[in-house]
Structure formats: structure tokens, C-alpha cells
């Protein structure tokens, strides 16, 4: 038997506090979601953006493995 399906309302889910902690992470290293006039040259690739969105998924599913 499967597992009964999560409901999350708002900021609750998994996905949802990973994309903040996402933004916060971007905000930290300056790196620029948003271009305002020219092309920042501090942009996130698209590698970078998706390796610290998923590291964020595994820190709030409990599943982030850190090395000593």
C-alpha cells in the first residue's frame, strides 16, 4: 500500500521553503535573479541554479549529506 499523499498549504511545503532558501542562498553570493538595465555579470548559470536548488530540496527533506 502506498503512502498517503502530503497536503501543503502555503510557504509548508518542501519545494516552496527550498525556492526561498534558494533566493536567500543567490542574495548571499550576489548572485542576480533579476537584470535591472544591462546584463549583470554575476548572473547564476543555469547549472549553478539547479545544483543549490536541489542541495535546498535535500535540506528540507532531511536528506542534505554533508562532507566531514
Known sequence: MSD???VFIGETS?????YKLLQHIAWAEKKAFAVSGSHPTDAPQRKWILDTYAECLQATTGRRVTKP
Not at 518542501?14 to 527550498?18: G, I, M, N, S, W
Request: proline content about 25%; charged content about 10%; glycine content about 0%.
Open 4 to 6: 498517503a499523499p502530503y
Open 14 to 18: 518542501p519545494h516552496e521553503v527550498a
